[in-house]
């Protein structure tokens, strides 16, 4: 199957599409992703297999291996084709039950089907809130395509944009489709994609070297859009980078991928292999003389180095350690040639773009930030996966109407975008809509698309501490601002966690904050201030209950507080003495019990497992939190 230019593109799309069209129903099964084979998506593949063969000879069923559809919560996932029927959560011992209601029927096994936390039902995948609300632009393929799979990604449009583009388009021209789409870059600087092309184009020398380089070193605590993507649709990153080589005139590309990925790796690995063997990647593109091959670069784990010139320094062998970017690495990067890097969701975009057109992305948005995102939701929410919204969707209707609310009705207390570095938005500024501008503008950013959320029980000044520790051990150390500044507010941060705050500290983390953002190298140290001064700005009252009350609002500062059980509440059915791990806890049966501070840890597990509220956090200075 050596594909030559669009006739072959269309003709092979045409026959696939004429194959599947031969099936009486489809049998979608999320099992090619990560999230979907640690609960155990292989033994319902494996179910349906055995199950299918039972009935091969009264009906014409296809399987399809998809990757991950996003609503992680619930997976397994399966969809019943043409029904749209999603069932959740499903066992191996659920698809007999499956087979015989819904594939050789059409009927609903109800059992399965999703219930929102308001106990509504839904059969149908197209009514869930969780993807009505969305705009799946990028992942919307992932239901249909196996990511093994060329010919299942050629039956969804792909490489048609390839073919396009080196069959009718110059260089210059694919360039300013791109700029007039007002991509811009996914990873968190947010450069416009078009821009950054024609510079790294204009600064090639007569050697005409240039790198063309996707960074998938995803390191935010809680997200894995590009690990997902990577996993579920390989083919549309490689394409879209086959696509800018040829209009920077590049022909050597890198995928930098975390080697924590090992799914995500293998699956590049056999698209690279697909699409050389069909004439996509190589020595003559699709019959047009372009060149180009990709290598695939696993990295070591070090968040630093998804900063561009870490990331470059790492591919070249060297420490990934940031430089000044006084000059860029559009002009010198990899190698010290010209280098266009952009993250994968950004690569994904591209061939959407020529596919569609530039003003069908343009229309999609704000005026600042065009097109879709795709968001890690993660934390205290009901809902956690991956979502996809257009840019400008306020952050209430991803977290209530997306993300289904805060789970057993607490209250919502923040929400983190951006990644460690990213600020902690407050309730009251739940309407912002979500782009760039916006979450700068709040003191958080965009970044590439942690979103993570807390609860009332959540301690604001014990999370600054957690994503500042963070930083703390991923900062390279090369700068001053970064390695002392981080540590500093680290230091003072625990003192006010553990009992010791004093007057004072609040102001000094303000000012180390400011410190880092005006001096440190990149942008690692430039945002490490993000978490303590928001946090500060909207939950200051936190800090100052924490430093001269001695207290912590939530109870999660474990210096500030004690268990105790109240004889009024606790009716001896000994569940907390049982759970107890280091015997801390005395009384007999139906009798009030009590707890030894002296031996107690401060574990929770008490409190956790009390059915009747008798546990207390209490306040070391007296009234119950």
């Excluded at 014409?60 to 609503?71: A, H, P, V, Y």
């Excluded at 959740?88 to 011992?93: A, H, M, S």
């Excluded at 004072?504 to 904050?513: V, Y």
């Amino acid at each position: 199957m050596l594909l030559k230019g669009s006739k072959d593109v269309e003709r092979l799309k045409g026959e696939l599409e004429s194959r599947y069209s031969r099936f009486d129903k489809e049998i979608v099964i999320t099992t090619n992703a990560t999230c979907c084979k640690l609960k155990k998506s292989k033994e319902v593949e494996e179910a349906f297999s055995r199950e299918l063969k039972k009935i091969a000879s009264t009906k014409k069923i296809n399987m399809r291996l998809t990757g991950c559809l996003g609503f992680c919560e619930i997976e397994p996932i399966v969809i019943i084709n043409p029904q749209g029927i999603l069932y959740r959560e499903v066992k191996p011992e659920d698809v007999a039950e499956i087979i015989s209601e819904s594939v050789l029927k059409d009927d609903v096994v109800t059992r399965l089907v999703y219930t929102s936390p308001s106990g509504s039902a839904y059969a149908n995948k197209a009514d869930i809130p969780f993807y009505k609300k969305q705009l799946r632009i990028v992942t919307g393929n992932n239901d249909i395509i196996n990511p093994t799979s060329i010919e299942d990604y050629i039956a969804a449009g792909g490489y048609s944009a390839l073919a396009r583009v080196l069959e009718t388009m110059k260089p210059d021209e694919v360039t300013e489709e791109i700029k007039k789409s007002g991509l811009r870059g996914r990873g968190g600087g947010g450069f416009p994609t078009g821009k950054k092309w024609e510079t790294c184009l204009k600064a090639k020398e007569e050697d005409g070297v240039c790198y063309v380089i996707c960074n998938a070193d995803e390191g935010d605590p809680g997200a894995y859009m590009d690990r997902s993507l990577l996993e579920s649709n390989p083919h549309s990153v490689i394409e879209g980078m086959i696509i800018g080589s040829y209009a920077i005139g590049s022909n050597e590309g890198y995928i930098y991928v975390r080697a924590e990925y090992p799914l995500a790796v293998e699956h590049v690995r056999h698209a690279l292999q697909q699409a050389e063997a069909c004439g996509c990647l190589g020595d003559n593109i699709m019959g047009s003389g372009h060149r180009f091959r990709i290598r695939v670069s696993r990295g070591a784990g070090a968040f630093v180095c998804g900063e561009s010139t870490a990331l470059m320094a790492s591919l070249e062998g060297k420490v990934g350690r940031p430089r000044a970017k006084y000059v860029h690495t559009v002009e010198r990067g990899l190698w010290n040639k010209p280098t266009t890097l952009n993250n994968v969701e950004t690569w994904s975009n591209v061939p959407l773009i020529i596919n569609r057109g530039a003003g069908w992305f343009a229309g999609i948005g704000t005026k600042g930030s065009k097109g879709t995102k795709i968001f890690s939701l993660v934390g205290k929410i009901n809902n956690t996966g991956l979502v996809e919204v257009p840019m400008g969707m306020t952050l209430r209707e991803i977290i209530y109407d997306i993300g289904g609310g805060i789970p057993q009705d607490k209250k919502f207390k923040a929400v983190q975008t951006g990644g460690p570095s990213g600020g902690c938005i407050p309730e009251n500024l739940l309407h912002l809509p979500v782009d760039f501008d916006e979450l700068s503008g709040a003191g958080s950013m965009m970044g590439s698309g942690g979103m993570i959320v807390m609860d009332e029980d959540t301690c604001m000044v014990d999370v600054a501490r957690y994503f500042i520790n963070f930083l703390k051990d991923e900062s390279c150390g090369k700068c001053v601002a970064c390695r002392e500044g981080i540590k500093q507010m680290l230091h003072i941060l625990e003192r006010i966690c553990g009992g010791q705050g004093k007057e004072g500290d609040i102001e000094l983390l303000e000012e180390l904050g400011a410190y880092c953002v005006d001096t440190s190298l990149c942008a690692l140290g430039a945002t490490a201030g993000n978490p303590v001064i928001t946090t500060i700005k909207y939950f200051r009252d936190e800090y100052e209950k924490h430093i001269k009350e001695k207290q912590c609002p939530a109870g999660v500062c474990k210096a500030l507080f004690q268990y105790s059980i109240s004889t009024d509440d606790c009716n001896g059915c000994g569940a907390c003495r049982a759970k107890c791990p280091v015997e801390a806890i005395t009384g007999g049966k139906k009798e009030a019990h009590s707890i030894d501070l002296s031996q107690c840890i401060k574990c929770g597990v008490c409190f956790d497992v009390c059915r009747f509220d008798a546990v207390k956090k209490v306040p070391l200075k007296g009234a119950v939190l």
